[in-house]
C-alpha cells in the first residue's frame, strides 16, 4: 500500500515537471512564432514599398521620356513598321 | 527542573478562559474564510482585472488598404505605413546635441521645432507627420522624453497626375475621398481587429488569449484601366491641349467587345500625391461630371434612326441647297452649302440643314426613345462622384425646329462618357454595351438597340467620314480603318451660344471591320486659331488609337500605305 502511495507520488511529481517544462516550451515557441509573424507583416510592408517604387520608376511616361532623352529612341511609325504572319505552331 | 513541575504551572486558571481564547481563534478564522469566500466566489472580478492587468494586454492588429492594379496587375495606389512625430511640449527635456541631430533627422530647421515645441498647445503637438519608418526608429533611439510616435498610413499613387481623376485619393485617415477611392471604399478599406495576449516581464507575447475583434486587410481592386494606354491618352491630351491653348480637355477608350474603360483623362489635372495648392477645377473629372451640347456627333444617331425604320436608305437624295433651311422663327445653316446629297453623304460632309430634314420626318418621341436608349439623360452608374446626367428634356415639349437641332447635337447635353459608350451601339452591331471600371475577361453581351444592318450602314459612312472628301481626314491611321464622327459646337454661356467659343470633338472606333476600341475625345475651347473638331480633336484621337492598337497587338485591316490627305485648303469644314 504505502509503496503505491510512494510510486504515485513519484509520478505525479513527474508530470508536475513534464507540465512545467511543456508550458514553457510552449511559450517560447509562441515567442518564436510571433517573432515570425511580425517578420511577415515587415515584409508584406517592404513588398508595398517595392511594388511602389517598381511603379515609380517603370512608369511608361519616364520609360518614354528617358528612352527619348538618353537613348534617342522613338516609336516607330506604322510607315516603318511591318506585321509578319506568325505561322501556325 | 522538569518543565511539568515548574512553578509557573502552578496556579490553575478558571476553564472559561481558555475556552474564550479558542472561541477569539475560531470567530477570527470564520471571518477570514468568510471574507475568502466573499472575494473568491460573489466579488471575484475586481481582483481578477488587478491579476490581469498585471500580465494580460490588448493589442491592435493594423490592417492595410487594399491596392488598385491596372488590367495587368501594376500597382496604381499602394498604402504604405509611415510614422509621426507628436510630442508633449511640457515633458520636452532636449540637450542642444540632441536638438541638433533631431534637426537633421526630420530635415527640419531648428528653430521650427523650438517654435512647434513653444506653440499655444501644451499638451500635444504634431512635430512631423508621415516620415518614413527608418527615420521614426533613428529619432525614437534619441530617446528624447516627451517624445512620441505613432504609425499611420500613407497612399501614394506612383502614376501621378496620369491617373489621378479615375483613381481620386484618400483624406485623413485613409478614407476615400474621389474617384475609385471613394466609389469603391468598402471594399478597399481595412478594418483593424485587436486581440488579447499575454505578455512577460520582457514584453515577449508568450500566450494567445483570444482574439477581439479579427482584423480585414483591405481587398485589392483590379481595375479595367491599362496604364500603357491610359499614359499615351494623358501625354497626347495634354500635348493637344498645350497645343491649342486649350482651356481643358477630356479623353475616354472603351473596349468595345467588353465595355471596359481602358483609359479615361481630363485636363486640367492634379498630382494626387501633393494636394497643397488644389483648386476644384484640377479636381473635376470632367469626362464624367460635365455635360456639354456635343455637335454634330450625334447626327449619326438620328441617320442611324431614319435607316433603322426604313425612313431612308443610304442612298436616299436629299436636297440640301441653299444651304439653310427656316423652321418657323430659326435658320438652320450649313458652313458650306452642300447642293443635292446623299444620306452617306450628310454624315460625311457633316451637313446640318441634311440632317434637320432626315429628323423631321420621324416622330419626336422615337427620337428621345433611342436617345434614351444610348443612355443620355441618365448618369451611367459607375459609382464615381457627381456623374452627370446629361440632359434630354421630354419629347412632348420638343419644337420642330428643337427636334432639328438635336439631330445635330444642339438643345441636348451629354457627358464625353455617355457620348463614348453611346458609339458602342455602331462598333457592335447595334448592341449597346455595359460600362465597366473593373476588369472584365469575357466578352459582355449588350442591350439591342438598333438593327445589326443599320448599324453597318452607319459604320460605313462614319468610315467615309473621315476619308478625303469627309469632314476628319486627319483620324486615319496607316494600316487599319477607321470609322469616326466630328463635333464642332459652340460653347453655351449666360443662355447663349456663345460666338467665338468652341468645344471640338471627335468619336470614333477602329479598325472598322472589327471594331476593338471606342475613343472619344473633347477638346474645350481651342483657341490657337483652330477649332473644328476634324483639326483639333481628330489628331489627337489618331494618335491614341495608332498606339492603342498597337500595345493591344490588333492585327492591322488595311494595307500599308501611307494615309491619303486632302490637299491644303480643301478640307470639309463641318458646319458649327
Same mark, same amino acid.
Given at each position: 500500500?504505502?509503496?503505491?502511495?510512494?510510486?504515485?507520488?513519484?509520478?505525479?511529481?513527474?508530470?508536475?515537471?513534464?507540465?512545467?517544462?511543456?508550458?514553457?516550451?510552449?511559450?517560447?515557441?509562441?515567442?518564436?512564432?510571433?517573432?515570425?509573424?511580425?517578420?511577415?507583416?515587415?515584409?508584406?510592408?517592404?513588398?508595398?514599398?517595392?511594388?511602389?517604387?517598381?511603379?515609380?520608376?517603370?512608369?511608361?511616361?519616364?520609360?518614354?521620356?528617358?528612352?527619348?532623352?538618353?537613348?534617342?529612341?522613338?516609336?516607330?511609325?506604322?510607315?516603318?513598321?511591318?506585321?509578319?504572319?506568325?505561322?501556325?505552331? | 527542573?522538569?518543565?511539568?513541575?515548574?512553578?509557573?504551572?502552578?496556579?490553575?486558571?478558571?476553564?472559561?478562559?481558555?475556552?474564550? %481564547?479558542?472561541?477569539?481563534?475560531?470567530?477570527?478564522?470564520?471571518?477570514?474564510?468568510?471574507?475568502?469566500?466573499?472575494?473568491?466566489?460573489?466579488?471575484?472580478?475586481?481582483? +481578477?482585472?488587478?491579476?490581469?492587468?498585471?500580465?494580460?494586454?490588448?493589442?491592435?492588429?493594423?490592417?492595410?488598404?487594399?491596392?488598385?492594379?491596372?488590367?495587368?496587375?501594376?500597382?496604381?495606389?499602394?498604402?504604405?505605413?509611415?510614422?509621426?512625430?507628436?510630442?508633449?511640449?511640457?515633458?520636452?527635456?532636449?540637450?542642444?546635441?540632441?536638438?541638433?541631430?533631431?534637426?537633421?533627422?526630420?530635415?527640419?530647421?531648428?528653430?521650427?521645432?523650438?517654435?512647434?515645441?513653444?506653440?499655444?498647445?501644451?499638451?500635444?503637438?504634431?512635430?512631423?507627420?508621415?516620415?518614413?519608418?527608418?527615420?521614426?526608429?533613428?529619432?525614437?533611439?534619441?530617446?528624447?522624453?516627451?517624445?512620441?510616435?505613432?504609425?499611420?498610413?500613407?497612399?501614394?499613387?506612383?502614376?501621378?497626375?496620369?491617373?489621378?481623376?479615375?483613381?481620386?485619393?484618400?483624406?485623413?485617415?485613409?478614407?476615400?475621398?474621389?474617384?475609385?477611392?471613394?466609389?469603391?471604399?468598402?471594399?478597399?478599406?481595412?478594418?483593424?481587429?485587436?486581440?488579447?495576449?499575454?505578455?512577460?516581464?520582457?514584453?515577449?507575447?508568450?500566450?494567445?488569449?483570444?482574439?477581439?475583434?479579427?482584423?480585414?486587410?483591405?481587398?485589392?481592386?483590379?481595375?479595367?484601366?491599362?496604364?500603357?494606354? +491610359?499614359?499615351?491618352?494623358?501625354?497626347?491630351?495634354?500635348?493637344?491641349?498645350?497645343?491649342?491653348?486649350?482651356?481643358?480637355?477630356?479623353?475616354?477608350?472603351?473596349?468595345?467587345?467588353?465595355?471596359?474603360?481602358?483609359?479615361?483623362?481630363?485636363?486640367?489635372?492634379?498630382?494626387?500625391?501633393?494636394?497643397?495648392?488644389?483648386?476644384?477645377?484640377?479636381?473635376?473629372?470632367?469626362?464624367?461630371?460635365?455635360?456639354?451640347?456635343?455637335?454634330?456627333?450625334?447626327?449619326?444617331?438620328?441617320?442611324?434612326?431614319?435607316?433603322?425604320?426604313?425612313?431612308?436608305?443610304?442612298?436616299?437624295?436629299? $436636297?440640301?441647297?441653299?444651304?439653310?433651311?427656316?423652321?418657323?422663327?430659326?435658320?438652320?445653316?450649313?458652313?458650306?452649302?452642300?447642293?443635292?446629297?446623299?444620306?452617306? $453623304?450628310?454624315?460625311?460632309?457633316?451637313?446640318?440643314?441634311?440632317?434637320?430634314?432626315?429628323?423631321?420626318?420621324?416622330?419626336?418621341?422615337?427620337?428621345?426613345?433611342?436617345?434614351?436608349? %444610348?443612355?443620355?439623360?441618365?448618369?451611367?452608374?459607375?459609382?464615381?462622384?457627381?456623374?452627370?446626367?446629361?440632359?434630354?428634356?421630354?419629347?412632348?415639349?420638343?419644337?420642330? %425646329?428643337? +427636334?432639328?437641332?438635336?439631330?445635330?447635337?444642339?438643345?441636348?447635353?451629354?457627358?464625353?462618357? +455617355?457620348?463614348?459608350?453611346?458609339?458602342?451601339?455602331?462598333?457592335?452591331?447595334?448592341?449597346?454595351?455595359?460600362?465597366?471600371?473593373?476588369?472584365?475577361?469575357?466578352?459582355?453581351?449588350?442591350?439591342?438597340?438598333?438593327?445589326?444592318?443599320?448599324?453597318?450602314?452607319?459604320?460605313?459612312?462614319?468610315?467615309?467620314?473621315?476619308?478625303?472628301?469627309?469632314?476628319?481626314?486627319?483620324?486615319?491611321?496607316?494600316?487599319?480603318?477607321?470609322?469616326?464622327?466630328?463635333?464642332?459646337?459652340?460653347?453655351?454661356?449666360?443662355?447663349?451660344?456663345?460666338?467665338?467659343?468652341?468645344?471640338?470633338?471627335?468619336?470614333?472606333?477602329?479598325?472598322?471591320?472589327?471594331?476593338?476600341?471606342?475613343?472619344?475625345?473633347?477638346?474645350?475651347?481651342?483657341?490657337?486659331?483652330?477649332?473644328?473638331?476634324?483639326?483639333?480633336?481628330?489628331?489627337?484621337?489618331?494618335? %491614341?488609337?495608332?498606339?492603342?492598337?498597337?500595345?493591344?497587338?490588333?492585327?492591322?485591316?488595311?494595307?500599308?500605305?501611307?494615309?491619303?490627305?486632302?490637299?491644303?485648303?480643301?478640307?470639309?469644314?463641318?458646319?458649327?
Amino acid at each position: 500500500m504505502t509503496r503505491l502511495s510512494l510510486l504515485l507520488l513519484a509520478a505525479l511529481a513527474l508530470c508536475a515537471v513534464g507540465l512545467v517544462t511543456s508550458q514553457h516550451q510552449a511559450r517560447k515557441l509562441f515567442v518564436e512564432l510571433e517573432r515570425e509573424h511580425a517578420r511577415a507583416r515587415a515584409l508584406d510592408v517592404e513588398w508595398g514599398q517595392l511594388q511602389l517604387e517598381l511603379s515609380t520608376w517603370g512608369l511608361h511616361s519616364r520609360v518614354e521620356r528617358l528612352a527619348a532623352a538618353r537613348l534617342g529612341l522613338r516609336a516607330p511609325d506604322a510607315r516603318r513598321t511591318r506585321i509578319v504572319e506568325h505561322p501556325a505552331p | 527542573m522538569k518543565f511539568a513541575e515548574s512553578p509557573v504551572l502552578a496556579p490553575r486558571f478558571p476553564l472559561w478562559r481558555s475556552r474564550f %481564547v479558542l472561541a477569539l481563534f475560531a470567530v477570527g478564522f470564520a471571518v477570514l474564510a468568510g471574507r475568502a469566500v466573499y472575494l473568491q466566489a460573489f466579488n471575484d472580478e475586481f481582483l +481578477q482585472a488587478k491579476g490581469e492587468s498585471r500580465y494580460s494586454r490588448v493589442i491592435e492588429i493594423p490592417a492595410n488598404r487594399g491596392r488598385i492594379l491596372d488590367r495587368n496587375g501594376e500597382a496604381l495606389a499602394v498604402s504604405t505605413p509611415v510614422k509621426s512625430i507628436w510630442a508633449i511640449p511640457d515633458d520636452v527635456v532636449m540637450n542642444a546635441q540632441q536638438l541638433g541631430r533631431l534637426a537633421e533627422l526630420l530635415e527640419m530647421p531648428k528653430d521650427e521645432i523650438r517654435k512647434r515645441l513653444a506653440g499655444a498647445e501644451r499638451d500635444f503637438t504634431y512635430v512631423k507627420r508621415q516620415i518614413p519608418p527608418a527615420t521614426a526608429d533613428a529619432v525614437a533611439a534619441l530617446k528624447v522624453p516627451g517624445l512620441h510616435q505613432s504609425r499611420e498610413y500613407r497612399r501614394y499613387y506612383p502614376g501621378g497626375e496620369v491617373m489621378a481623376h479615375v483613381l481620386g485619393f484618400t483624406g485623413a485617415a485613409d478614407v476615400g475621398q474621389e474617384g475609385i477611392e471613394l466609389a469603391y471604399q468598402a471594399h478597399l478599406a481595412g478594418k483593424p481587429g485587436s486581440r488579447r495576449v499575454i505578455k512577460d516581464r520582457l514584453g515577449h507575447i508568450v500566450e494567445d488569449v483570444g482574439s477581439i475583434r479579427e482584423a480585414q486587410e483591405g481587398k485589392d481592386v483590379r481595375l479595367a484601366l491599362d496604364s500603357r494606354i +491610359q499614359s499615351l491618352a494623358y501625354g497626347q491630351l495634354r500635348a493637344t491641349v498645350e497645343q491649342h491653348r486649350a482651356r481643358g480637355g477630356g479623353i475616354v477608350v472603351l473596349d468595345a467587345s467588353t465595355g471596359e474603360i481602358l483609359a479615361l483623362a481630363n485636363l486640367p489635372a492634379y498630382n494626387p500625391n501633393n494636394r497643397a495648392k488644389l483648386v476644384g477645377s484640377q479636381l473635376r473629372n470632367r469626362a464624367v461630371t460635365d455635360e456639354f451640347e456635343p455637335g454634330s456627333t450625334l447626327k449619326p444617331f438620328t441617320v442611324a434612326l431614319a435607316l433603322d425604320r426604313g425612313k431612308v436608305k443610304p442612298t436616299t437624295v436629299i $436636297q440640301t441647297a441653299p444651304g439653310s433651311l427656316t423652321i418657323g422663327s430659326a435658320t438652320i445653316r450649313d458652313a458650306h452649302p452642300g447642293g443635292a446629297m446623299t444620306v452617306e $453623304q450628310v454624315i460625311q460632309k457633316s451637313s446640318n440643314v441634311g440632317s434637320a430634314k432626315i429628323a423631321l420626318g420621324l416622330p419626336p418621341a422615337e427620337m428621345w426613345e433611342l436617345f434614351a436608349d %444610348v443612355g443620355f439623360g441618365t448618369a451611367p452608374r459607375l459609382g464615381f462622384p457627381g456623374e452627370a446626367n446629361g440632359k434630354l428634356r421630354p419629347f412632348k415639349t420638343w419644337k420642330p %425646329v428643337e +427636334q432639328a437641332t438635336m439631330s445635330y447635337g444642339h438643345g441636348i447635353a451629354v457627358s464625353l462618357l +455617355q457620348l463614348a459608350r453611346a458609339y458602342t451601339i455602331f462598333a457592335r452591331d447595334g448592341e449597346l454595351a455595359p460600362l465597366s471600371l473593373l476588369r472584365v475577361d469575357m466578352p459582355v453581351a449588350g442591350r439591342t438597340v438598333l438593327s445589326p444592318a443599320t448599324a453597318r450602314d452607319v459604320r460605313r459612312m462614319l468610315e467615309m467620314a473621315v476619308q478625303p472628301g469627309g469632314t476628319a481626314p486627319l483620324a486615319q491611321i496607316m494600316g487599319y480603318r477607321v470609322a469616326g464622327k466630328t463635333g464642332t459646337a459652340h460653347k453655351l454661356e449666360h443662355g447663349g451660344y456663345a460666338p467665338d467659343k468652341y468645344v471640338s470633338s471627335f468619336v470614333g472606333f477602329a479598325p472598322a471591320s472589327q471594331p476593338r476600341l471606342v475613343i472619344a475625345v473633347m477638346i474645350d475651347e481651342p483657341s490657337a486659331g483652330k477649332y473644328y473638331g476634324g483639326q483639333v480633336a481628330a489628331p489627337l484621337f489618331a494618335k %491614341v488609337m495608332e498606339g492603342s492598337l498597337r500595345a493591344l497587338g490588333v492585327p492591322p485591316d488595311a494595307p500599308m500605305k501611307p494615309v491619303e490627305l486632302p490637299p491644303a485648303g480643301a478640307e470639309v469644314k463641318e458646319s458649327v
